[in-house]
């Protein structure tokens, strides 16, 4: 029997798994401010949405699914993707019918792909991402955009590397694949098998081959950019103006092809090497995509989405410091002294918890040495000491355990001192908390949550 987790697949705990949780609460949180709703699919899928929907060309269905014939004898493949899953439900649904367009959804949850693991690449990864259906515009194409960078900066990223391009409409992209197809014949005895199939299926994706000899061929490929028909050049450069006008910084990649079938026009990528020097891949990617519903059985509706690996987003924000605050640590760790305490100590956690701090206490007698290392291992911020002297005085001692103070705090004042603990007053305020400014907001830039008196004399 072998124990060990599937390969390229991995279990997430604790610090981790809070994470995971915190990035996608400031992801969905973000979509929210944008006007989007939640759409959970089912990890399964009849194998077609993806063949169809994802494109037979593309390396994902080609090789990469985890497809097998179900005990009805169904051919069924667990998600490679979102996006042809969520059109799926789009239609099978008639969204399109019962709600108004454009229908604007947001998506987590773990995708499959039997790919060769390596760092920031895994079998079984997380996606977190956003689709807009029924909508053809470039502001549509651009407020995406403008949302995935906006993600960014909501996470801590102060630059954030967009690659962008446009794939063009099926006028600009049949063009480029003779142009293509032409290029490549006379290269292709010397080019890797995946390239001949590529060749028949969909020169496009020969730009994407990973094999360096490959790479060098390609270099010297026709352009997309030389191809691009009037119509789609006049729509990219629409969407380059709007994302610029709200000062988003953008690279164009006429290399930027994406891996999936169902793109047309505007397609991105973000991407970002974190401060250790490792290189993740690309965070997240997507673009607009024009036949994908009608391909599902749906109506002609144009979308435009994008979705972030959720794995390699907090691998960077780890190495790059933006999640030392989020641990599994816990606010106060509640200390009986000697066995007689364990239920004060047990009747006061509660109390804690009540007030909406996490609290913890050890439900068996322990030596007071132990259980302050106990309080260190769960990552504790405070320790409170029950002792049975301080009770009968009322108060106990709470001990900062990153500075070792200790103070005694009143039990019938417990609410506010806590909430001073783990709240304390921006001390960031010019008045430090103690304004003698008379109803005048001194602080420079008078900002929001300035500690004070200020704001309730003001009003
Ligand atoms: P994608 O570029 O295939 O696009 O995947 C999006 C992101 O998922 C990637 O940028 C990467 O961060 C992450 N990812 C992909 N494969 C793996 C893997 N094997 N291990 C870890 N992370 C991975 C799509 O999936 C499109 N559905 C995006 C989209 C939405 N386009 C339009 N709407």
Redesign the pocket.
């Known amino acids: 029997m072998d124990y060990t987790p599937v390969k390229g697949t991995h279990d997430i705990f604790g610090s981790e798994a809070k994470q995971h949780n915190y990035v996608s609460y400031v992801l969905k949180s973000t979509a929210e401010l944008y006007g989007y709703k939640g759409l959970e699919t089912p990890v399964l899928e009849h194998t077609e949405v993806f063949s169809r929907g994802t494109g037979e060309s593309s390396d994902v269905v080609r090789k990469e699914m985890y497809t097998f014939l179900d005990k009805g004898n169904r051919s069924v493949t667990m998600r490679p993707?979102?996006?042809a899953g969520i059109v799926r439900s789009i239609v099978s649904n008639k969204y399109y019918a019962t709600e108004d367009l454009p229908i604007k959804v947001f998506y987590h949850g773990p995708a499959f792909?039997y790919?060769r693991p390596q760092l920031?690449?895994?079998r079984q990864?997380h996606?977190f991402?956003v689709?807009e259906i029924g909508l053809d515009s470039a502001r549509a194409d651009a407020e995406i955009i403008i949302m995935a960078v906006h993600m960014m900066h909501n996470l801590g990223f102060k630059t954030v590397n967009l690659k962008i391009n446009s794939i063009g409409d099926e006028e600009t992209r049949n063009n480029y694949r003779t142009a293509l197809v032409e290029y490549f014949s006379k290269h292709i005895d010397n080019m890797c098998p995946d390239c001949k199939e590529r060749l028949q299926l969909n020169p496009l994706r020969i730009l994407d081959c990973k094999v360096p000899a490959d790479q060098e061929i390609a270099k010297d490929a026709p352009k997309l950019k030389d191809y691009l028909s009037e119509a789609s050049e006049k729509r990219f450069y629409e969407t380059l103006s709007i994302i610029n006008d709200f000062g988003v910084e953008y690279e164009i990649d006429d290399g930027l092809v994406?891996?999936?079938d169902y793109y047309s026009e505007v397609v991105f990528?973000i991407h970002a090497v974190s401060d250790e020097g490792k290189d993740y891949?690309?965070?997240?990617?997507?673009?607009h995509?024009g036949g994908l519903v009608r391909s599902l059985g749906g109506p002609d509706l144009p979308g435009v989405?994008?979705?972030?690996?959720m794995?390699?987003v907090v691998s960077v924000m780890n190495d790059n410091h933006l999640l030392e605050e989020v641990t599994d640590g816990i606010d106060f760790y509640v200390i009986p002294v000697g066995e007689d305490m364990l239920d004060e100590a047990f009747n006061l956690t509660m109390a804690v918890r009540s007030m909406g701090y996490s609290a913890e206490t050890p439900l068996a007698n322990g030596k007071m040495g132990s259980l302050f290392k106990k309080a260190v291992k769960r990552k504790a911020k405070y320790a409170i000491i029950v002792g049975g002297n301080e009770l009968e005085r009322g108060v106990i001692n709470v001990k900062n355990l990153a500075t070792q103070e200790q103070k005694e705090i009143a039990l019938d004042d417990l609410e506010n001192a806590l909430s001073d603990l783990i709240d304390p007053i921006d001390e960031g305020c010019c008045c430090g908390g103690e304004c003698d400014c008379d109803g005048e907001c001194k602080c420079e830039d008078n900002k929001e949550g300035c500690c004070c008196c200020c704001d309730s004399k003001n009003n």
């Open positions: 993707e979102f996006t792909r790919e920031g690449r895994y990864f996606q991402g689709e994406r891996g999936l990528e891949g690309a965070l997240g990617g997507g673009g995509y989405g994008f979705a972030m690996g794995e390699r």
